[in-house]
């Protein structure tokens, strides 16, 4: 991302919608391309070359699915779905087609741009070539160069299953990885769809890495698509 302020490309059919949404994010310091359709998005990414896409699925000319294979031909920049339909399995489609997450509508603008900023934080990890795996959660801190994690002055022992799982987790922070990605790269394809492996993990995970496993604030479920791990700013 360069110094200049962020360049976002806003996907979506309806004029009301876009237009708020323009506003609202204008007000953040962002620059807003909007697109109605698919094919003024394709024609605008490659003009524009935005710094995160924020689509709507339900688009007049372009499936949204089809639309997120076609950025991800040529971009790793985050993407976040916005969709009216609630059904898990569009979710999950949409997030293994490359999409980075995902708003239902109704939602919160709120909600909206704090989603943004972990997109943008996201940005500037993946563009940073010398960037450390480094980072915190909570009370402890992850080196993952080193695979030395502390609390204190404590050090944490994972498994080499554990330790994988994390890594897969930490190189998308804020981003949500389905089940099947995460059996599929942990255990094999064979797996992805043991879904009772990933909760015995992330459950040993957060009784290790939590503050407060009971209620966990860095690795969060998102029921019946996936997880993703927070990290600290």
Known sequence: MSSNKPTIL??????AIRRFLRISLEAEGIKVVEARDGALALASAQRFRPDLYILDLGL??????????????????????????AQEAL???????????????PFGIHELKARVRVALRHLVTLEDPDA?????????????????????????????TEFRLLTI?????????????LLSEVWGKAYEHDTHYLRV????LRAKLEDNPAEPR????????????????
């Open 10 to 15: 806003l996907v979506e059919d309806e004029e």
């Open 91 to 105: 979710k999950v489609k949409a997030l293994d087609a490359g999409a980075d997450d995902y708003l239902t509508k």
């Open 218 to 233: 860095q690795l969060i479920t998102e029921a019946g698509v996936g997880y993703r791990l927070l990290i600290d700013p």
């Open 201 to 204: 993990y992330i459950k040993q």
């Open 60 to 85: 007049p000319d372009l499936e949204g699915l089809e639309l997120i294979g076609a950025l991800r031909a040529w971009t790793r920049n985050p993407i976040i779905v916005l969709t009216a339909r």
């Open 132 to 160: 450390r795996p480094v980072f915190s959660m909570g009370s402890v801190r992850v080196d993952l160069a080193d695979r030395r994690i502390l609390r204190g002055e404590d050090e944490i022992h994972l498994t080499p």
């Open 169 to 181: 987790l930490a190189r998308h922070p804020g981003k949500v990885i389905t089940h099947g990605a």
